[in-house]
């Protein structure tokens, strides 16, 4: 059956109404999960076998048969160790009904049937007696029910209505408990994403950007930015207090989902600003916490150099409501406050009598909305100094002192610094109602509020009013739209040109004048776990999951470039960049397709696993910014990347499935298609001996 789905085209700017199978959401869902790492996680995998194996053998050793509830089972792949460890029988619970079926499926082939049933129901739905969907209530709880901040996809409300309605009184628990940690550090680069800096802008006397007492003081969202803390280095952090542990949950008992709080007392072992909580959990899968998982981070870990590698749990960073002088020795308190789903951060000095109250504090709101406009990588790259340098340098190329500037970006400073360096008039277009409020309150504490119009409108519905009757000498983006995933999702700019057409100057100056589309053949150390087949995990035949996964790929538009930040997840060149495609916003959006094809010769030997691909920004002949590569670092060919953006990640499919490629090729063709019409970018790729 087909469906109508209505969906806003992030490059076009237009609402689409397209044709999808009834089923479009579901391979999207499959096709981006965290499934094949998941089963790549080794040390998960070895760990849960542990604690399960363990866990049966105390059942079985107090007489009693092992009856096991898999909370979130997944491929099933947790009650098939159970099984093998020698449980008597396992209700396994799945709410994803493809992910169920996968699991019968996966659970038939290996031969475990009549052992394990699969529910496809949510646990909270799930029913016990004669007539129930279980039988009896467990003796043995299994789940795998966490993320990143552990909380997040709803464990804690899970564990809460198992105890009560589903296991046993005293029942083993694998894992039977977590720990959460913390660590307080003073991080410019890290603050840089929560916190707006003042920007200095070169003009005759130095003049700053500064931002309203309200941003400063707003504690920001209460979302956890969740990232690879392991590819942060020590020399962008400085620890202020050793790990302290916040709380931790035995999931053997009763658990209790309500709100609470928890205090530790932190000695500062470094005086400094506090400004950031670096947290992550671990999880003992036996009584006796000598079967352990943790999330350390490398400086934390003894054997750093062998930290297992994984992207569905990572670390998380909490941002303190603002940042608080610490001095070495001077107890301080740190606070974790929680709800069902989330944890965010207080720091107190030394409490007196009167402190000792401690009552419960709501999660953080923004007030400012800079926090509801921009996310943390925005944040961190409105504060980039250099990168702000070369526009600076590149508007003072272009503006005259009787300039008509119009900005097209959503929430820019452009428009303050072509304010700031002498521009005639600036008008600037803002899609939203929030994003008008926020600029013009960050205009008006720069004293400009006059001086810069701001037009709350779609460039497509722009009026000679709206400009003054003016013309348009000078038309200035970054680009940037909060709606862009993919780099060319900012080729807006371009259609936003064209429909803003009428309105410009014979003459117009555009900044920037063009964009490149640049391409590269890299070998991941680790991303490709998330797309590479697993075959067996654990002895247990799971290539029902890995076909699942594939078909779901090859769906449509999920066989597309895929957005990461790659400053996370380190990989080095096989090729040198390409350039493969221009767009010029001195012109209009081009009637037909633009196409390009060739190939790219490999100069260092290793896996191909994909190509990479991002923008670069020409603000004028000379002066460009790159959403993507900044430099190859050394001879092996370890890249470095713009830490602001995500960079577009294309898997080949023949280097992910061994079996189709047995020699490594010496070079990759590719065909890059441009469709003007709905603003994508296709491609396909294929190896070369």
């Given at each position: 059956?087909?469906?109508?789905?209505?969906?806003?085209?992030?490059?076009?700017?237009?609402?689409?109404?397209?044709?999808?199978?009834?089923?479009?959401?579901?391979?999207?869902?499959?096709?981006?999960?965290?499934?094949?790492?998941?089963?790549?996680?080794?040390?998960?995998?070895?760990?849960?076998?542990?604690?399960?194996?363990?866990?049966?053998?105390?059942?079985?050793?107090?007489?009693?048969?092992?009856?096991?509830?898999?909370?979130?089972?997944?491929?099933?792949?947790?009650?098939?160790?159970?099984?093998?460890?020698?449980?008597?029988?396992?209700?396994?619970?799945?709410?994803?009904?493809?992910?169920?079926?996968?699991?019968?499926?996966?659970?038939?082939?290996?031969?475990?049937?009549?052992?394990?049933?699969?529910?496809?129901?949510?646990?909270?739905?799930?029913?016990?007696?004669?007539?129930?969907?279980?039988?009896?209530?467990?003796?043995?709880?299994?789940?795998?029910?966490?993320?990143?901040?552990?909380?997040?996809?709803?464990?804690?409300?899970?564990?809460?209505?198992?105890?009560?309605?589903?296991?046993?009184?005293?029942?083993?628990?694998?894992?039977?408990?977590?720990?959460?940690?913390?660590?307080?550090?003073?991080?410019?680069?890290?603050?840089?994403?929560?916190?707006?800096?003042?920007?200095?802008?070169?003009?005759?006397?130095?003049?700053?950007?500064?931002?309203?007492?309200?941003?400063?003081?707003?504690?920001?969202?209460?979302?956890?930015?969740?990232?690879?803390?392991?590819?942060?280095?020590?020399?962008?952090?400085?620890?202020l207090s050793d790990v302290v542990t916040m709380f931790s949950v035995d999931f053997s008992?009763?658990?209790?989902?309500?709100?609470?709080?928890?205090?530790?007392?932190?000695?500062?072992?470094?005086?400094?600003?506090?400004?950031?909580?670096?947290?992550?959990?671990?999880?003992?899968?036996?009584?006796?916490?000598?079967?352990?998982?943790?999330?350390?981070?490398?400086?934390?870990?003894?054997?750093?150099?062998?930290?297992?590698?994984?992207?569905?749990?990572?670390?998380?960073?909490?941002?303190?409501?603002n940042e608080e002088p610490v001095l070495s020795g001077e107890d301080v308190y740190l606070?974790?406050?929680?709800?069902?789903?989330?944890?965010?951060?207080?720091?107190?000095?030394?409490?007196?009598?009167?402190?000792?109250?401690?009552?419960?504090?709501?999660?953080?709101?923004?007030?400012?909305?800079?926090?509801?406009?921009?996310?943390?990588?925005?944040?961190?790259?409105?504060?980039?100094?250099?990168?702000?340098?070369?526009?600076?340098?590149?508007?003072?190329?272009?503006?005259?002192?009787?300039?008509?500037?119009?900005?097209?970006?959503?929430?820019?400073?452009?428009?303050?610094?072509?304010?700031?360096?002498?521009?005639?008039?600036?008008?600037?277009?803002?899609?939203?109602?929030?994003?008008?409020?926020?600029?013009?309150?960050?205009?008006?504490?720069?004293?400009?509020?006059?001086?810069?119009?701001?037009?709350?409108?779609?460039?497509?519905?722009?009026?000679?009013?709206?400009?003054?009757?003016?013309?348009?000498?000078?038309?200035?983006?970054?680009?940037?739209?909060?709606?862009?995933?993919?780099?060319?999702?900012?080729?807006?700019?371009?259609?936003?040109?064209?429909?803003?057409?009428?309105?410009?100057?014979?003459?117009?100056?555009?900044?920037?004048?063009?964009?490149?589309?640049?391409?590269?053949?890299?070998?991941?150390?680790?991303?490709?776990?998330?797309?590479?087949?697993?075959?067996?995990?654990?002895?247990?035949?799971?290539?029902?999951?890995?076909?699942?996964?594939?078909?779901?790929?090859?769906?449509?538009?999920?066989?597309?470039?895929?957005?990461?930040?790659?400053?996370?997840?380190?990989?080095?060149?096989?090729?040198?960049?390409?350039?493969?495609?221009?767009?010029?916003?001195?012109?209009?959006?081009?009637?037909?397709?633009?196409?390009?094809?060739?190939?790219?010769?490999?100069?260092?030997?290793?896996?191909?696993?994909?190509?990479?691909?991002?923008?670069?920004?020409?603000?004028?002949?000379?002066?460009?910014?790159?959403?993507?590569?900044?430099?190859?670092?050394?001879?092996?060919?370890?890249?470095?990347?713009?830490?602001?953006?995500?960079?577009?990640?294309?898997?080949?499919?023949?280097?992910?499935?061994?079996?189709?490629?047995?020699?490594?090729?010496?070079?990759?063709?590719?065909?890059?298609?441009?469709?003007?019409?709905?603003?994508?970018?296709?491609?396909?790729?294929?190896?070369?001996?």
């Amino acid at each position: 059956m087909k469906v109508f789905c209505g969906r806003a085209n992030p490059t076009t700017g237009s609402v689409e109404w397209l044709e999808e199978d009834e089923n479009y959401d579901y391979h999207q869902e499959i096709a981006r999960s965290c499934y094949a790492d998941m089963l790549h996680d080794k040390d998960r995998n070895v760990k849960y076998y542990q604690g399960i194996r363990a866990a049966v053998s105390r059942v079985k050793e107090r007489g009693e048969k092992a009856i096991v509830l898999d909370i979130g089972t997944g491929t099933g792949l947790l009650s098939m160790m159970a099984v093998t460890a020698g449980a008597d029988f396992c209700y396994a619970i799945e709410v994803f009904t493809p992910m169920a079926i996968a699991a019968v499926q996966i659970v038939e082939k290996n031969g475990f049937s009549d052992k394990i049933k699969v529910i496809n129901k949510h646990s909270t739905e799930v029913t016990v007696g004669p007539d129930g969907d279980m039988q009896c209530r467990a003796n043995i709880l299994i789940t795998e029910l966490f993320d990143t901040e552990l909380i997040g996809e709803g464990a804690l409300p899970s564990y809460e209505h198992a105890h009560k309605y589903l296991v046993q009184e005293g029942c083993e628990a694998v894992p039977h408990r977590a720990r959460v940690y913390a660590q307080l550090v003073e991080s410019k680069r890290m603050w840089s994403w929560n916190k707006l800096f003042p920007v200095h802008v070169q003009a005759e006397d130095d003049e700053k950007i500064v931002f309203p007492s309200e941003i400063e003081n707003c504690p920001g969202v209460p979302s956890v930015y969740d990232i690879q803390l392991n590819q942060v280095p020590r020399s962008d952090f400085t620890i202020l207090s050793d790990v302290v542990t916040m709380f931790s949950v035995d999931f053997s008992k009763q658990v209790n989902s309500s709100s609470t709080y928890y205090t530790a007392k932190l000695e500062p072992i470094k005086s400094g600003m506090a400004q950031v909580i670096l947290s992550w959990w671990d999880v003992d899968m036996d009584p006796s916490g000598m079967i352990k998982c943790t999330m350390a981070p490398y400086w934390v870990q003894s054997t750093s150099n062998d930290v297992q590698w994984r992207d569905h749990w990572m670390q998380c960073v909490y941002f303190l409501p603002n940042e608080e002088p610490v001095l070495s020795g001077e107890d301080v308190y740190l606070t974790a406050y929680r709800d069902e789903y989330s944890v965010w951060y207080k720091l107190q000095k030394a409490r007196n009598e009167e402190d000792k109250k401690d009552a419960y504090v709501g999660s953080p709101l923004c007030s400012c909305q800079a926090h509801l406009l921009w996310n943390r990588p925005r944040f961190g790259e409105l504060n980039d100094q250099n990168r702000t340098n070369q526009y600076i340098q590149a508007l003072m190329t272009v503006l005259e002192k009787d300039s008509i500037c119009l900005c097209i970006s959503d929430g820019s400073l452009l428009p303050l610094l072509a304010q700031y360096l002498g521009a005639g008039q600036v008008f600037t277009v803002e899609n939203s109602a929030v994003s008008h409020c926020l600029m013009e309150k960050i205009f008006k504490a720069n004293h400009v509020g006059n001086k810069i119009k701001i037009i709350e409108k779609r460039p497509e519905l722009l009026t000679a009013s709206d400009l003054e009757d003016k013309k348009v000498s000078v038309l200035i983006g970054e680009p940037f739209f909060t709606t862009s995933l993919l780099p060319w999702h900012n080729l807006y700019f371009l259609y936003a040109r064209t429909a803003v057409a009428a309105h410009l100057t014979d003459s117009v100056t555009v900044l920037p004048q063009s964009a490149s589309l640049y391409m590269m053949v890299v070998e991941f150390k680790d991303l490709w776990r998330i797309r590479s087949p697993c075959g067996t995990c654990e002895g247990f035949d799971v290539h029902i999951m890995d076909d699942m996964i594939k078909n779901s790929l090859n769906f449509r538009e999920s066989k597309e470039a895929e957005p990461h930040p790659l400053w996370e997840y380190p990989c080095k060149s096989l090729s040198d960049p390409q350039e493969v495609m221009t767009f010029d916003f001195r012109l209009t959006v081009p009637q037909q397709t633009l196409s390009t094809d060739g190939s790219v010769n490999l100069l260092r030997t290793g896996k191909c696993h994909g190509a990479v691909l991002w923008m670069e920004y020409h603000l004028t002949s000379n002066i460009s910014v790159s959403t993507g590569l900044v430099q190859i670092s050394d001879e092996k060919g370890n890249c470095k990347w713009n830490p602001h953006c995500k960079q577009a990640v294309y898997f080949f499919s023949f280097a992910l499935e061994p079996e189709t490629l047995t020699d490594l090729p010496s070079a990759i063709t590719y065909a890059i298609n441009f469709n003007p019409k709905t603003g994508e970018i296709a491609m396909s790729f294929k190896p070369l001996s």
